[in-house]
């Protein structure tokens, strides 16, 4: 994907009484979502992210509605989602309140994040290459083979919401 780094954060967090320093970069891809990437400096966790299997709670800045999300997998989550009331941006707030809870139940009507899905990332890649065909001047390659780059970008481990 072609991402357009827009922040980069680093952080201090305490989870499980351990602190563990994180490093975010938040960045743009075409459609104009926020994308983030999320590393995990500490030797001492046995998840590869901090917000492995973790209750995040996320606010909205257009109308403020807060919701709780849970992580599903031990894989990166948003920084910014999209909110379901007004369509503005969430942001992921008290970062030290999030709470890990490995066999976790979702609520009916709650989100989760989950791995993405192939089935979902091929339309996906479409809409893209059609976008791109249409919108990017000077690109002389076929819908087709456009559509052949983008799902080589596929990668498994980037988060997709779901409503339980
Ligand atoms: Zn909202």
Known sequence: MINVVIRKIVKDIKKDGILTKIKITV????????VLERSVKNMESKYKHAEAYCLMKYKCEKCGKTEILWNSRDGVTPFMIKCEKCDGHMQHTDWNEDKRIVNY???IG????IDMPFDYYKIYCRVRAKMIKENVEGNTDTLQKIYNNLITEYNKKEPYIIKI
Do not use: E
């Open 27 to 34: 960045s743009l891809n075409l459609m104009k979502q926020i």
């Open 105 to 107: 139940i979702p609520k």
């Open 110 to 113: 709650q989100r989760v994040f």
